[in-house]
C-alpha cells in the first residue's frame, strides 16, 4: 500500500498571509528526495535514473508534482489555467555512476 503525501502545516500562529497559498498566486515547490518518494507514494511508477536518454518530464515526477498540487491547493490541476503546473527540472545530482555522485 502506498504512502500518503504529508505535506507539515504552517508553523506560525497565527498563520503568514501566504499560508495557506492562494491558488491564483504561482508557488514554487521542491520535493527532496524524487526517487525514495515516488517509490513510496507511487510504487508500480517508474523513474529513469540514466542521465543519457530519459524523458522529461518524467511521468512519475509529473505525477508527484500533480499530487502536491492537490494536496497545497485542495484541487486538480487545471488544465485550462495555462501554466496551473510546470515541471520545470529533475535533480539528478544525486543519482550514482562508478561511487561518484553526478552532478
Known amino acids: 500500500m502506498a504512502l500518503e503525501l504529508y505535506i507539515p502545516p504552517c508553523i506560525g500562529t497565527p498563520a503568514g498571509r ?3 497559498p492562494r491558488i491564483e498566486s ?3 515547490v521542491q520535493i527532496e528526495g524524487p526517487l525514495e518518494s515516488i517509490q ?3 510504487p508500480s511508477a517508474a523513474w529513469e535514473t540514466s542521465l543519457v536518454s530519459r524523458p522529461f518530464p518524467q511521468a512519475a515526477g509529473a505525477a508527484l508534482a500533480a499530487l502536491t498540487f492537490r ?3 485542495g484541487t486538480d490541476v487545471r488544465p485550462d489555467v495555462r501554466g496551473d503546473m510546470v515541471v520545470r527540472d529533475e535533480y539528478m545530482g544525486w ?3 562508478d561511487e561518484k555522485i553526478l552532478e
Do not use: D, N, S, T
Open 18 to 20: 501566504l499560508h495557506p
Open 26 to 28: 504561482p508557488l514554487r
Open 40 to 42: 513510496k507514494l507511487f
Open 71 to 73: 494536496h497545497i491547493f
Open 95 to 97: 543519482v550514482k555512476q
